[in-house]
């Protein structure tokens, strides 16, 4: 029997190395593994040897006899993407990059952000070359987005983190944690003490609608409220009106599916997860029963991938809603043929109106939020959908429909902010950069780096940043070997010690340690994987414990 890659692939591909007959597709370097929604196993090829599973970070490989109801269908979704792709003969992946010569010396760089891309940069400099990385981030806890960002319900998506635990157990990395770079120190003092700088601050904004009454009351950042049902200390004080039947989700990528599934699970479920206590309390308060989600072109032109669409149907005494009249006779790509079909399964699923409803409103663009002093409904364009170039169009119709809601959520996608004393492409919101290295006035900037979403934009998934950290690694270790960089004055303890200077109590690997185990405790006593203390004191407060 062969394994299944399912629901949880991070694209990471740590299993792609570790299968000795080669048979997992697509592979970093194949054009189209950087717009691949997951990776999939050849069932005709597989040996059944589990190598795979026991590589992925995320736990999202099984055994087909090993497979849940809520799963099986991945078997076909592996063995339909080889019918399109058959394997290619006498394929061979590229070869392992090798390590740095140990005569250069020991390599020091500081990394800015502890998010994923951040991690899998310091993994690869680690394993590939003699050196000190210190991880810098303004918050008291490490993994960015992993932590913050991905929703209470995927735990098993959360597993990557312990990849990188195990990769960071040794002192060869540090952490400096509730430290903010451009305020206790900056990237001049952090170019002094180390060969290298990469930023790995990912993409802290969202983008705006540029509609009226967009600054209403109840018109809410996803970006916000993703943070505050995740417990980040930021936006741990916000509260949010649930009290009304309906909330209206603007853009149809994954972040609006989580959304729409914490607002319409039953708090009970969200209650063995890790997810912000201050949320549960006020989900459970929580009137809506209906999440109403708009995107301005067609089923097949969703933000959202197949495996979250997919991952809806499954969810109790909820129903997923799509109308017929948006499920057109359109010539469909073969990639794209499961996500249409399910569009049409839930087009013609039965509903029960004892359920609470996520309904799809595809063509539909906003072109105001109405309300005087908070939002009251949302106005929207009908559009039709005009292919020119090979690109598909949302054009108005000159139709508009009013939906009432007192919730309005806006997921249209996040943008970069610009990073101190770095060049900064305010159209694009990235820094400006060639495979990592960062540009000014087109030229390399000796010694500085970009990696994740303030490189190449907010796209892609976690495991996407493994590929795109070790291109910018690539380039900075290529750099250290040609004597491009300029050897750091001062050493470990010489930064150890300004730091203090400027941020006594800074959490270090300890101080994280005994956050991370009092949130484990405080979850054990209760049945969840950890109760996330929310607030930077009662962090430091743990930290110092």
């Known amino acids: 029997m062969a394994y299944v890659i399912t629901q949880r692939c991070c694209n990471d591909a740590s299993c792609v190395a570790e299968c000795p007959v080669d048979c997992i597709r697509p592979t970093p370097g194949q054009p189209e593994f950087a717009t691949a929604e997951m990776l999939h196993i050849d069932p005709d090829t597989c040996i059944d040897c589990g190598a795979c599973a026991d590589a992925c970070p995320v736990d999202a490989v099984f055994a087909v006899e090993d497979l849940t109801a809520s799963l099986e269908r991945y078997r076909d979704i592996n063995a339909e993407y080889f019918e399109r792709h058959p394997l290619e003969a006498g394929f061979a992946p590229a070869p392992a990059p090798g390590r740095v010569p140990k005569e250069l010396g020991t390599l020091r760089v500081a990394i800015v952000g502890a998010g994923p891309a951040a991690c899998y940069a310091a993994d690869a400099i680690l394993r590939r070359a003699d050196s000190q990385v210190e991880l810098f981030d303004r918050l008291p806890t490490p993994w960015g987005l992993v932590r913050a960002g991905v929703a209470p319900d995927h735990a098993g998506t959360k597993t990557v983190s312990g990849m990188f635990e195990a990769a960071f157990r040794r002192d060869t990395l540090q952490y400096y944690l509730d430290v903010e770079v451009g305020t206790h120190i900056t990237h001049e003092e952090l170019l002094a003490h180390h060969h290298a700088v990469i930023y790995a601050v990912g993409a802290a904004t969202d983008r705006r609608l540029g509609v009226p009454g967009e600054d209403l009351t109840g018109s809410v950042s996803a970006t916000e409220f993703v943070a505050w049902y995740n417990g980040h200390p930021d936006y741990a004080d916000r509260s949010y009106d649930l009290s009304g039947g309906r909330a209206v989700i603007v853009g149809n990528g994954n972040v609006a599916l989580d959304i729409a599934r914490v607002l319409t699970l039953d708090p009970d479920e969200l209650a063995r997860t890790d997810i912000a206590d201050h949320a549960l309390e006020a989900l459970r308060a929580s009137n809506i029963s209906e999440v109403v989600i708009l995107g301005r072109r067609g089923p097949l032109q969703a933000a959202y991938t197949t495996p979250e669409f997919l991952a809806l149907a499954h969810l109790e005494n909820v129903d997923v809603v799509v109308s017929t009249d948006d499920l057109g006779a359109e010539e469909i790509d073969p990639a794209l043929r499961m996500k249409y079909t399910l569009a049409e399964e839930y087009a013609r699923a039965p509903r029960d109106l004892a359920h609470k409803r996520i309904v799809f409103r595809f063509r ?105 950290s070790e291109e910018t690694v690539e380039q900075l270790l290529a750099d250290f070997a040609a004597g491009r960089l300029a050897a750091p004055g001062g050493d470990r303890a010489a930064l150890r010690e300004l730091v203090e200077s400027r941020r006594p109590g800074f959490v270090d690997r300890a101080g994280w340690k005994a956050i991370d185990a009092a949130e484990k405790a405080a979850g054990a006593a209760t049945g969840r994987p950890r109760v996330k203390f929310t607030t930077r004191k009662a962090l430091l407060d743990a930290a110092r414990e």
């Open 364 to 468: 539909a663009s906003p072109t105001a939020l109405l309300g005087t002093d908070r939002v009251t409904a949302v106005e929207f364009a009908h559009n039709e959908l005009v292919e020119e170039n090979g690109q598909i169009s949302a054009v108005p119709t000159g139709r508009t429909e009013i939906i009432e809601t007192g919730l309005v959520l806006r997921s249209i996608g996040y943008r970069g902010r610009p990073v101190p004393a770095l060049p900064f492409d305010d159209r694009a919101g990235v820094v400006p950069n060639e495979r990592g290295r960062v540009l000014a006035d087109g030229e390399p900037l000796p010694g500085v780096y970009v990696t994740g979403w303030i490189k190449r934009g907010a796209r892609g998934v976690i495991g996407s940043n493994r590929v795109d």
